[in-house]
């Protein structure tokens, strides 16, 4: 297992491999991006390779991660100068505590009998029935979103914004799955990484149609990129902190075995798509949540700090909620090209 971390001082970038608790930089290397194209291009392992590169300057990683040190973290992974190369996306409705909450948000914007089901809720248990196909078999498609390109990726440290547009903001804490497509069009998983899908659910839950539109929003990662993790069962924790005090927090879980869907099955259903697999591309792909914050009454404000971890996928992940309020939603418009 190896993990890997992007770092810049402004002036330049390194790649590192963590060996708590210490960053070992990689010579010639500056973006896993880079990283992850050589050894696709030499066939060659990635994990070898890394490591036979980590020869660069040692640093103290508590330093960079407490922001006592010029260097500091970025998101694991990237296109430099290309964010458009990235495409970020999704599936919900992969957990069974998700499941719940997505049916009380939608039965309570359109009551109907008791005992009644929404599409959520359906589309669930298609998944529980159909999500773990036998080896070699094609499952029911999960629920899929997309979020953006890598325009919207924040780094572990950086800044949530909730946008003049957007009624809300709420924390989805997740794992990530990191691919690079090849030169043949083969989908390739680098590996896995913390995430925070964050997403916008006042606007979801006044018509779960507005799920599309609630999931424009930033998100992030890190610090760490997981390689040759198991990715089976996961425990996690994520807290959201105001001020001095614990707003809310929770134990949380992931992993196949916490999923209706099997890994496989999701990928699948990712990379089918023709416009999914271009070469030199990279995909960031969150799996679901167990929990939100959202469906217990909780509403982030301004400097609200936001904590998740995955044991045994590195440090934690933190991010400030920042509401835009500098401005009113202004109206965009379009010029005719005549």
């Known amino acids: 297992m190896l993990h890997l971390v992007q770092l810049t001082d402004g002036a330049s970038r390194r790649v590192a491999i963590v060996e708590e608790p210490f960053l070992h930089c990689l010579v010639g290397i500056t973006s896993v991006f880079d990283l992850a194209s050589a050894v696709l291009a030499k066939q060659v392992s990635l994990g070898e390779h890394a490591r036979s590169l980590a020869t660069g300057e040692t640093l103290s990683y508590d330093d960079i991660y407490s922001g006592s040190s010029p260097w500091r973290l970025l998101a694991p992974i990237d296109v430099p100068g290309a964010p458009s190369k990235m495409l970020i996306a999704g599936t919900g409705l992969t957990h ?37 196909p036998a080896e070699g078999e094609v499952g029911i498609a999960p629920e899929w979103f997309y979020k953006g390109d890598g325009s919207i990726l924040r780094g572990p440290s950086d800044p949530l914004a909730v946008p003049p547009y957007a009624e809300d903001g709420g924390e989805e804490a997740e794992l990530a799955g990191i691919y690079l497509i090849a030169a043949d069009g083969t989908p390739h998983r680098i590996g896995f990484a913390v995430g925070n899908e964050f997403s916008d659910h006042k606007f979801e ?40 005090r614990i707003l809310w927090q929770k134990e949380i879980e992931s992993g196949e075995a916490n999923m209706c869907h099997s890994l496989s099955n999701l990928e699948h259903h990712h990379f089918k798509f023709e416009g999914h697999r271009q070469p030199g591309t990279v995909h960031v792909h969150f799996f679901g949540a167990h929990s939100l914050s959202f469906g217990e009454g909780i509403e982030l404000e301004d400097g609200d700090i936001i904590e998740v971890e995955f044991k045994g996928f590195g440090r934690p992940l933190r991010n400030v909620i920042r509401r835009d309020r500098s401005a009113s939603d202004k109206l965009v418009r379009v010029k005719v090209m005549a």
């Open 205 to 244: 839950k006044r018509n779960y149609l507005n799920l599309a539109g609630s999931k424009l929003r930033s998100c992030s990662l890190g610090p760490e990129l997981v390689v040759g993790t198991d990715f089976s069962s996961v425990t996690g924790h994520v807290s959201i902190r105001r001020g001095d």
């Open 96 to 132: 069974l505590g998700s499941a719940k909450e997505r049916q009380a948000m939608h039965l309570a914007e359109a009551p109907k009998a008791s005992g009644a089901i929404t599409d959520s809720m359906r589309m669930f248990q298609w998944g529980v029935e159909r999500g773990r």
